[in-house]
């Protein structure tokens, strides 16, 4: 069935409290794409962020974000006053984050909200605490030891806790019960009030489609807990990081610095710590894009302290073994897969065996030295296309940096010389709607005609990522009917 959804991040929603996060302003976007004719919202990944801010470089694959819980609902509860919300110092700008501030603030009233909370007692935050022991438990004390050692990475912590000793897990687990607790509470929250937002969604017809990394962060609960599914040294030293070659895009590759798993391990244990992953994902989801789905075929290797990606090298991942594996236990998945840059032969057969939908991104498809697999009349049915993604720029930012030669292609393959400059991005819409690609994902920013300043990443940048947000007049009636209107002529209703 065709159909199609929009893309925009939870931080990015409008909202009181400095982030967009699980407020009324959500389950007004909800309505909304109901409104619109979409099936599909289209997520980033929902786990804690730290350094950077990037939802892909998370402490956790299983948390979830404490800044999208809605203090509203925290009020409404008693555990928090309006004044003590609106006396905090979230930022002066509503179109975009200031984490600095973000971090300080949320934290402290999460913390009051806790000490009023009572929370132990609760029935429900009992049985929430009992089903997911398997990684809470972990993720709790790892954040309180965290906290206790100022914020350094696990890496550095004392040698008896480091290497999670029995004697100093027990005592640590004792000396900061209050704050592993605390870790728990909040990750209460995040999972109700979340919980509640997609089941409106979906009784509004409406699936989420999550995103998570391929791999997690070497700063996280993961590989402190669980060493022995990565590439360690005896020293708990990475052997190699993740990341890309040298492309057209970079010359030095990308240096991503995530360890990499010990796929050997994996497949001695049924793969069960993946088994276990994505069936959370889809607690959380209905929909799971697997980000660098390539990664699963061959991965790039980069030697650990390298400055850059240039003496990495390719080497086997686990196949379909892996999808075989996940298909056994969780029956057959909803998944995209994450499919861009450069595909050997191997990559594509790995796709076809597991029979995910690809990814098609128009932005890439308009390279005029040579034929694209992403232009539409290459696609058959079963791919997603997307205007862009999180990491490319809006269309309008992207249309006013290419050349003439890709700008006269894409003038010539869309016969749109005579378009206004602020009608360009609904001409590339228009494209993505009316292709053979089953779903069609358009971001917001690019059905409101923003330019570069609404871009949510930069590859390999630091500092003005992630931070964009929807005004709540932005997304009004005008603009909700003109994409419904699109969506029936396209027959994706």
Not at 50 to 56: A, E, F, L, R, T
Not at 94 to 114: P, Q, S, T, V
Not at 152 to 163: A, M, P, Q, R, V
Not at 176 to 194: D, G, K, P, S
């Amino acid at each position: 069935m065709r159909a199609s959804g929009i893309l925009l991040p939870i931080a990015s929603l409008p909202s009181e409290y400095g982030i967009g996060c699980f407020s009324k302003e959500a389950y007004s976007f909800v309505d909304k794409l109901e409104k619109a004719g979409q099936k599909y919202w289209q997520l980033l990944p929902l786990g804690p962020t730290g350094y950077g801010d990037s939802p892909y470089q998370s402490f956790s694959t299983f948390a979830g974000n404490p800044y999208f819980i809605d203090l509203n609902e925290l009020i409404k509860k008693g555990y928090l006053t309006k004044k003590e919300c609106d006396s905090c110092d979230f930022g002066d700008n509503e179109r975009y984050i200031d984490y600095g501030k973000l971090y300080l603030a949320r934290f402290e009233l999460l913390k009051k909200a806790h000490s009023v909370s009572d929370i132990a007692k609760d029935n429900d935050f009992i049985k929430y605490v009992k089903e997911n022991e398997y990684w809470l438990e972990d993720y709790a004390l790892y954040m309180a030891l965290k906290d206790y050692f100022q914020g350094i990475s696990w890496i550095e912590w004392e040698k008896d806790i480091k290497l999670r000793e029995k004697d100093a897990m027990a005592a640590y687990a004792e000396k900061l019960a209050a704050e592993v607790e605390f870790y728990q509470f909040i990750q209460y929250l995040f999972f109700t009030q979340w919980n509640r937002l997609k089941t409106y969604a979906n009784k509004k017809g409406i699936k989420i489609i999550g995103d998570i990394p391929i791999y997690v962060a070497f700063d996280s609960a993961d590989c402190w807990s669980n060493r022995s599914l990565f590439q360690f040294d005896r020293d708990n030293t990475p052997l190699a990081v993740s990341g890309c070659p040298p492309d057209a895009f970079s010359k030095d590759g990308q240096l991503w610095g995530n360890p990499l798993y010990d796929w050997d391990y994996h497949k001695k244990t049924g793969f069960t710590w993946w088994i276990q992953r994505i069936q959370y994902c889809f607690k959380l989801y209905d929909v799971v894009r697997v980000d660098h789905f390539r990664g699963f075929d061959e991965y790039y290797s980069i030697p650990y302290g390298a400055k850059n990606a240039i003496k990495g090298e390719w080497k086997k991942g686990p196949g379909v073994k892996l999808f075989e594996a996940l298909n056994k236990e969780l029956g057959d998945m909803d998944i995209i897969a994450e499919d861009l840059g450069f595909l050997t032969d191997s990559v594509r057969a790995l796709l076809k065996a597991t029979g995910y939908p690809g990814m098609k991104v128009l932005q890439f498809a308009f390279d005029s030295r040579e034929e694209s697999d992403y232009l539409p009349h290459n696609y058959n049915s079963n791919c997603i296309v997307y205007t862009g993604t999180h990491d490319n720029d809006t269309i309008l930012g992207w249309y006013d940096t290419i050349s003439k030669a890709d700008k006269k292609l894409s003038v010539d393959y869309l016969n749109n010389a005579d378009t206004k400059p602020e009608e360009i991005p609904w001409d590339f819409i228009r494209l993505a709607m009316g292709s053979v690609a089953k779903t069609c994902i358009v971001p917001l920013q690019d059905y409101l005609g923003l330019g570069s300043e609404a871009r949510i990443n930069t590859p390999s940048t630091l500092g003005e990522n992630w931070k964009w947000r929807l005004k709540e007049t932005d997304f009004d009636e005008k603009i909700v009917k003109r994409i419904h209107r699109m969506t029936k002529l396209y027959g994706r209703l």
